[in-house]
């Protein structure tokens, strides 16, 4: 069965793709307070930036690994700020949005804020945390290693096997939508602004310490 690349990038999509970290609680903020597609699409950014490491891994592109490991600090110490500013963005939120208003909203919001230009926006937000991650690259690695993917694959074999872990990622972000966009509803304005404190305060430490153990290295 491990023969198929395609089900070997899957299995390794899924594992590699848990929703942890600083786009996971980005992910779960915004499927609860914008609805399942925010979600879903604040995934789609990390799981763009995975199949770039991915890529790298598999068709052994060491004029960019080379790069990013030579200048992880520095790549790494902005994701971070980024993150601890979207932390503090959401720890400053005052005003709760109400799920059942939001939908009744819906047409209005999407004229006067455009919701091409927020999914965008949430788009590359976790890309930009994700992509600022150099170490995910030797994480590849060593996971290919596991899976006994030795860089002697075809060019078919190891598109099978990148597409694999786009769709294994995805897997992640599409469940956290799903389960966020039945949570939303019952959820109370003041739960909400609690929820915002939270994750807020999640991500702030999250940054601070990925970028501290970064320099630390």
């Keep these: 069965m491990l023969e198929n690349y395609l089900v070997r990038g899957l299995i390794i999509g899924i594992v590699f793709g848990v929703p942890v970290g600083a786009v996971g609680i980005l992910s779960v903020q915004r499927a609860l307070s914008q609805g399942a597609a925010a979600g879903l699409v604040t995934g789609l950014g990390s ?17 960019i690994s080379d790069f990013l490991l030579k200048h992880q600090h520095f790549i790494c110490t902005a994701g971070c700020l980024v993150v601890v500013l979207l932390g503090i963005q959401c720890f400053r939120k005052k005003k709760a949005e109400n799920p059942s208003a939001v939908l ?8 006067q804020t455009g919701t091409l230009r927020y999914y965008t ?12 991650n150099p170490a995910a690259v030797l994480s590849f ?20 096997l990148v597409s694999g872990i786009f769709c294994g990622t995805c897997f992640w972000w599409l469940l956290i939508a799903i389960v966020g966009s039945r949570i939303r509803e019952r959820v109370t ?11 807020g305060i999640l991500m702030v430490l999250f940054g601070a310490g990925v970028g501290i153990r970064a320099w630390m290295i």
Excluded at 143 to 156: A, K, P, Q, Y
């Design 104 to 111: 009744e909203m819906e047409l209005e919001e999407e004229e």
């Design 47 to 63: 799981s763009v930036a995975d199949v770039f490491y991915a890529c790298v891994g598999v068709f052994g592109i060491t004029i």
């Design 141 to 160: 690695m060593v996971v290919f290693s596991m899976f006994r993917v030795g860089g002697t694959e075809s060019l078919e074999e190891n598109i099978q």
């Design 189 to 199: 304005d003041r739960f909400y602004l609690k929820l915002n404190r939270i994750f």
């Design 121 to 132: 926006s949430c788009f590359l937000s976790s890309f930009v945390i994700a992509i600022t």
